[in-house]
């Protein structure tokens, strides 16, 4: 099967009509599926690649929406049926009956982006090592297996059996250093710095920090990469449209760390705002035990005032890039020279109350800088599907630094408890077509 996104608009049907003098007939002839050939024309590749970041987007906003909120960067305050969260997701349970879309649309991301590269590889002539448009879909095959990398339980490749979640972010290792290369043969700079970027994050994750810190340091001030989003044509920013009041007010910064951290910092990578109608002070459903919460409204994704799901999401940038740095000294035990780094960062940063650079953090021993730079990094990637990830890491390697009392899931009490899920697991669909999987 080939992405709708690639193949939509090729096989039109030509339809006859006939009519008799007596009655109205019509003689439909069919002439089937387009030819799996026209793939192999580089004309059709630029919409196969287009395809690919597509349907990676699709994976990120599903996964970025409800991760969001069982890492706690958003607090649920609407319904939970559509563009809401259900009760086990308000508990911190990612149960694989009800992730059928994350899991789905993550993993179409990582196939149509994989596929279309092996067909280039094997009808490109020459190769794909000069080949421009080979380097952005090595990106997109880069990016939807890092997503799955560092949310998902486990490894599922096209219906085998289930391997250590780590075999994704290998995999997107790979194909960033594909990218790059080809991106720096056929001169694109900004897909190259892009699929470096990349590569130090997932590198970081491996605990290959000697080869993340070279790939980190190679980024240059100022660079981001981002996914683009469409309202009309889709995929929607999932998180902006939960917020839009049309009809949703499904999510809250109520209740989570960036409440009062804005209101105390006037930090603009983590604004938010009430709605200008007052008729739309709280959520659009209750919440047990609070009721009704307030509706505070994100400004990252809304920041002209509207959110209509358009705004783009950041895939990678300088500043995860120095949080990377920073994490190497923590994990060396230099937390001086990481708090240099992390502060150096928050100097760049200009309050949007006091119009001053934000205070520095304090930090005097190894236990308050990580402390410090696992808060920093959740400041700086916000809302970009790369919490629970994050959590999951340090978890397993039992880092030092406890996460603020607000990011811990609630016991349904106004009680708070450490358990949640940290990934998602292969969804009831997955697990009931793959014989690997019973």
Request: include cysteine.
């Amino acid at each position: 099967m080939h992405s709708i996104q690639a193949s939509r608009g090729a096989g039109l049907l030509s339809v006859v009509l006939s009519a008799a003098l007596s009655a109205c007939d019509f003689d439909v002839t069919n002439p089937g599926l387009f030819q799996d050939t026209y793939l192999d024309n580089q004309a059709a590749h630029t919409a196969m690649v287009n395809g690919a970041g597509r349907a990676y987007a699709e994976g990120l906003t599903w996964v970025n929406f409800l991760g969001g909120v069982i890492a706690r960067e958003m607090f649920p305050s609407g319904s939970t049926a559509q563009l809401g969260i259900t009760l086990r997701g308000q508990a911190g349970e990612l149960p694989r009956e009800e992730i059928t879309e994350e899991w789905g649309q993550a993993h179409r991301g990582r196939w149509v982006a994989e596929t279309f590269l092996k067909r280039f590889e094997e009808t490109v002539e020459g190769g794909i090592a000069n080949y421009a448009p080979a380097a952005q879909l090595a990106l997109w095959a880069g990016y939807a297996n890092r997503l799955l990398g560092e949310n998902m339980c486990v490894a599922v490749i096209d219906g085998g059996a289930a391997q250590s979640y780590k075999v994704h972010l290998e995999r997107a290792e790979q194909y960033f250093g594909t990218a790059l290369s080809i991106a720096q043969a056929t001169n694109q700079t900004t897909i190259a710095r892009a699929a470096q970027a990349g590569r130090a994050s997932v590198r970081a994750y491996l605990g290959k920090w000697a080869d993340a810190v070279s790939d980190a340091n190679a980024i240059p001030a100022g660079f981001v990469y981002t996914v683009l989003f469409d309202r009309t044509t889709g995929p929607i920013n999932r998180i902006a449209d939960s917020q839009s009041n049309n009809p949703h007010r499904s999510l809250t910064v109520w209740n989570t760390v960036f409440d009062d951290y804005y209101t105390q910092t006037g930090d603009p990578r983590t604004g938010w705002k009430r709605h200008t109608d007052s008729r739309y002070q709280v959520g659009s459903g209750a919440r047990d035990p609070y009721g009704l919460v307030p509706f505070k409204i994100q400004t990252k994704y809304c920041e002209t005032g509207t959110c209509r799901g358009n705004t783009p999401i950041e895939a990678s940038s300088t500043q995860e890039m120095r949080l990377i740095l920073a994490e190497d000294q923590l994990v060396k035990n230099n937390f001086p020279a990481a708090m240099t780094i992390i502060n150096a960062l928050r100097a760049s940063v200009t309050s949007a109350t006091t119009k001053k650079a934000l205070e520095p953090w304090p930090a005097t021993n190894i236990e308050q800088a990580w402390q410090t730079m696992k808060r920093e990094r959740g400041i700086e990637l916000w809302l970009e599907g790369r919490r629970l990830g994050d959590l999951r890491r340090w978890d397993e390697l039992k880092t030092p630094g406890a996460l603020h009392n607000l990011e811990l899931i609630e016991d349904g009490k106004g009680g708070r408890k450490y358990a949640r899920d940290f990934c998602f697991p292969p969804s009831s669909v997955e697990v009931q077509s793959n014989v690997n999987l019973h």
